[in-house]
């Protein structure tokens, strides 16, 4: 069975005002009423999340969190736990994003963040990409090392709460993706890093996402080229109506 295609929306340190904000978020739930299938995520800041966040689940829009502390509890200023997230209804959790391991997010980091959002039922959105390719396939095996040791210690009860953001850096914040050929190629290379850990029923079954310069006039080919399940979406994901566009060009691909 084809699986629900899945757009996170991750808005990073935007926008300025919690009025924007709120336009925004609710924006993106009114216009939710003409998106059908497909699954979307919005990753707002940590600061908005739970003002912004409806208190009855019955909307159609998830709210995300674009991180959480590598530590389970205890002294860190300025760290929000998995635990914490939980409490406040998160469901969904970016992990390792290249901008925040451009800060020093190290792939173990990423691991401890991860078993800490499984252990809490909060769905982990592991992010990762190569910085360059390099003909002797070095990339492939950068992204294997991210994968692997991310995943060290899931088990294949909790691996159902994982999803795989293949964003690569040169697409991030860039004028164009990488084509859909290259997704499709880095997707049958995830997968096959998967079925490795897992075994193919799980593997199949854990989303890939693309994240990269999508936006709606390029969504369905790359998600369709790619044969991904989906988008991780920075730029188009702050105008309810690009991010909007993006939804129904995934609800379009039957
Ligand atoms: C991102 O930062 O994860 C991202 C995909 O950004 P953009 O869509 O702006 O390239």
């Not at 300025?16 to 978020?25: G, Q, V």
């Not at 294949?156 to 293949?166: E, F, H, P, R």
């Not at 690009?242 to 691909?253: P, Q, Y």
Request: charged share 25%; aromatic share 6%; hydrophobic share 40%.
């Amino acid at each position: 069975m084809k699986k629900k295609k899945i757009v996170i929306g991750n808005w990073k340190m935007n926008p300025e005002t919690f009025k924007e904000a709120k336009e925004l978020s609710e924006g993106i739930r009114k216009k939710m009423v003409g998106v059908k299938k497909t699954t979307a995520v919005v990753c707002p800041p940590h600061l908005y999340f739970m003002s912004l966040k409806p208190k009855n689940a019955s909307t159609k829009l998830f709210y995300g969190l674009q991180n959480i502390a590598r530590e389970a509890a205890g002294s860190f200023t300025g760290e929000l736990s998995a635990t914490m997230a939980r409490n406040c209804g998160v469901t969904y959790t970016i992990i390792g994003h290249s901008e925040r391991r451009a800060l020093g997010e190290t792939d173990d980091d990423v691991n401890k963040k991860v078993l800490l959002a499984l252990k809490e039922g909060i769905k982990a959105v592991i992010c990762v990409g190569e910085s360059k390719v390099d003909e002797h396939a070095g990339h492939l095996t950068f992204i294997k090392n991210q994968i692997v040791t991310a995943l060290k210690g899931v088990t294949t009860s909790d691996i159902g709460n994982v999803l795989i953001a293949y964003e690569p850096l040169s697409a991030i914040g860039a004028k164009n993706p990488i084509t859909s050929y290259e997704i499709h190629q880095r997707n049958i290379f995830i997968k096959k890093v998967l079925c490795d850990l897992y075994g193919k029923a799980k593997a199949f079954d854990i989303p890939v996402l693309y994240g990269g310069s999508a936006n709606a006039m390029n969504a369905k080919e790359l998600v369709e080229g790619g044969e991904v399940d989906g988008l991780l979406v920075g730029r188009d994901s702050l105008k309810v109506d690009n991010f909007i566009a993006i939804l129904k060009e995934m609800d379009s691909i039957s």
